[in-house]
C-alpha cells in the first residue's frame, strides 16, 4: 500500500498494520522547497470573500450620501435640541421645587401667582409619585453632614 501503483485491497488479510503514506512523527519533516513559497506574499492579500448578509444589506440599505455642511448644522442643532429637552424635562420632574421657590421670589402679579399655583400643584402630584425622594434624601444627607462635630470642634468655636 505503500506504492501509489499497488492494487487497494478491498478486504485486507494483512495481520499487521498498514503502512502510512505519511512519515513517522518522530522523523523530521523536510522543509518545502524553496519554489513553492513567494517571498512578497501575504496571507492578508488573498481575497476574502463577503458575507452574503452584509452584501444583502448593503445591496437592500445602501449607506447614505455624506453630509453637507448645512446637514452637519442640521444635525447639530437636532442634537442640542433634545439634549435641552430631555434636561428641562430631568429638573422639571426631579427639581419642581426650585420652580415654586422661583415663582415666590417674583413680584406679585397675575403671572407670578398663576406660576406660583401651578408650581404648587405640580410639586404636590409629583411628591404622590415619590419624585421628591432623592432630593430630599439628599438635602437630608447634607444636613446631618453639616451637623456632624468633630472631636475638639465644640472648644474652637467657644
Same mark, same amino acid.
Given at each position: *500500500?505503500?506504492?501509489? #501503483?499497488?492494487?487497494?485491497?478491498? $478486504?485486507? #488479510?494483512?495481520? =499487521?498494520?498498514?503502512?502510512?503514506? $505519511?512519515?513517522?512523527?518522530?522523523?523530521?519533516?523536510?522543509?518545502?522547497?524553496?519554489? !513553492?513559497?513567494?517571498?512578497?506574499?501575504?496571507? =492578508?492579500?488573498? @481575497?476574502? %470573500?463577503?458575507?452574503?448578509?452584509?452584501?444583502?444589506? &448593503?445591496?437592500?440599505? @445602501?449607506?447614505?450620501?455624506?453630509?453637507?455642511?448645512?446637514?452637519?448644522?442640521? %444635525?447639530? %442643532? &437636532?442634537?442640542?435640541?433634545?439634549?435641552? $429637552?430631555?434636561?428641562?424635562?430631568?429638573? *422639571?420632574?426631579?427639581?419642581?421645587?426650585?420652580?415654586?421657590?422661583?415663582? &415666590?421670589?417674583? @413680584? @406679585?402679579?397675575?403671572?407670578?401667582? #398663576?406660576?406660583?399655583?401651578?408650581? #404648587?400643584?405640580?410639586?404636590?402630584?409629583?411628591?404622590?409619585?415619590?419624585?421628591?425622594?432623592?432630593? !430630599?434624601?439628599?438635602? !437630608?444627607?447634607?444636613?446631618?453632614?453639616?451637623?456632624?462635630? $468633630? !472631636?475638639?470642634?465644640?472648644?474652637? %468655636?467657644?
Amino acid at each position: *500500500m505503500s506504492d501509489p #501503483t499497488d492494487p487497494i485491497d478491498p $478486504f485486507p #488479510t494483512q495481520a =499487521h498494520p498498514p503502512v502510512s503514506p $505519511f512519515p513517522p512523527l518522530d522523523e523530521p519533516v523536510a522543509a518545502d522547497p524553496s519554489s !513553492d513559497w513567494i517571498g512578497a506574499a501575504d496571507a =492578508h492579500d488573498l @481575497p476574502t %470573500r463577503e458575507n452574503a448578509l452584509v452584501a444583502l444589506g &448593503r445591496f437592500a440599505f @445602501p449607506p447614505a450620501p455624506a453630509l453637507d455642511e448645512e446637514g452637519e448644522a442640521s %444635525r447639530a %442643532r &437636532r442634537w442640542t435640541s433634545q439634549t435641552l $429637552f430631555v434636561a428641562c424635562a430631568f429638573l *422639571m420632574i426631579f427639581n419642581a421645587e426650585s420652580l415654586q421657590n422661583w415663582a &415666590r421670589q417674583q @413680584p @406679585p402679579g397675575w403671572g407670578q401667582s #398663576t406660576v406660583d399655583k401651578l408650581a #404648587t400643584v405640580w410639586v404636590d402630584q409629583l411628591a404622590l409619585l415619590g419624585a421628591n425622594l432623592p432630593v !430630599d434624601g439628599l438635602r !437630608d444627607a447634607w444636613r446631618d453632614a453639616q451637623a456632624v462635630q $468633630f !472631636d475638639g470642634a465644640a472648644e474652637d %468655636r467657644s
